[in-house]
């Protein structure tokens, strides 16, 4: 199975390239010096195996990395992307030119084994919500320059994307706030100058809740509230607008917190605390 036939919506080929092309870059330098003890004619197989319990993510960034150097490189997929696997499972064999397989493949394993590794946390956040009806988000705690392959990986473990960036939505935080005077202020100036984007207000009580809620806000961010204040928080809203639960949240605390009601459960440990998949790539020569 090749990672084309992923069930995920994968980010644009550019986006993917522009990602690999960094990577190899800073790796490569002004060229692999170990490489060339390989005869340059010679071709090799590999195998990819995962040492680890893992939803796997990124095979197109694996994929990527090595037709950067070989276009001709055979990649041959046991898994596709979301799928959970467990440790000494096959993932993939390649096959091609050796010093291309032996130059790619620590910047191939950087993003499977990144990528994995935030696939595989969304997944166990994502089980521990099961059946609330609750949606598990991601935020902007990424590894700078991967925001995009890192939300993608968040999919492929049955999260969702908040927003992408300080471009696509509005969140009015503390010091927006305190900025504006206030949170009508806030809301009313951000309403003027960009109406066509959605807009979230972050409260730290329930006073604040009930000045988003007059305020109009289209979601509200309930920060820090401790438990008994959640509840009250879903009482008071009644369904008018969707809330969001965000700080204090691990895997103890967040199938309680999605008890409350409430609709969204932002996590920034999703790509934030991150350990990376164990995954091994071992050569053979033809």
Known sequence: MTAAAASFAQPGAAQIAADVEHALAEDL????????LLPGDARARAQLTCRDAAVIAGSAWFDACFRRLDP????????????????????????????SLVTAERSALNFL??????????????????????????????????????????????????????YDAILIKENHIIAAGSIGAAV?????????????????????LEQALQAGADRIMLDNFELAQMHEAVKRTAG?????????????TI?????????????????????AIDLSLRLQLD
């Not at 100036?189 to 960009?194: E, V």
């Not at 008018?240 to 103890?252: A, F, M, Q, T, Y």
């Open 72 to 99: 001709a490189v055979r990649i041959d997929w046991s898994v596709r992307d979301g799928d959970r696997v467990d440790p000494g499972t096959l993932i993939c064999r390649l096959s091609g030119h050796a010093r």
């Open 240 to 252: 008018r607008v969707p809330l969001e639960i965000s700080g204090n949240v691990d895997l103890k």
């Open 113 to 166: 084994q990144l990528l994995s590794a935030t696939a595989t946390i969304t997944a166990d956040y994502v089980a521990a919500v099961a059946g609330t009806g609750v949606r598990v988000l991601d935020t902007r705690k990424t590894v700078p320059g991967l925001r995009v392959a890192q939300k993608y990986a968040v999919r492929c473990g049955g999260g969702h994307n908040q927003r992408m960036g300080l």
């Open 188 to 208: 009313t100036a951000a309403r003027t100058l960009h109406p066509e984007l959605p807009l979230e207000v972050e409260v730290e009580g329930l006073d604040e």
């Open 29 to 36: 330098g002004s060229g692999d010096a170990t490489a060339g």
């Open 255 to 275: 199938g309680e917190f999605a008890r409350t009601g409430v609709d969204f459960i932002s996590v920034g440990a999703l790509t934030k605390h991150v350990r």
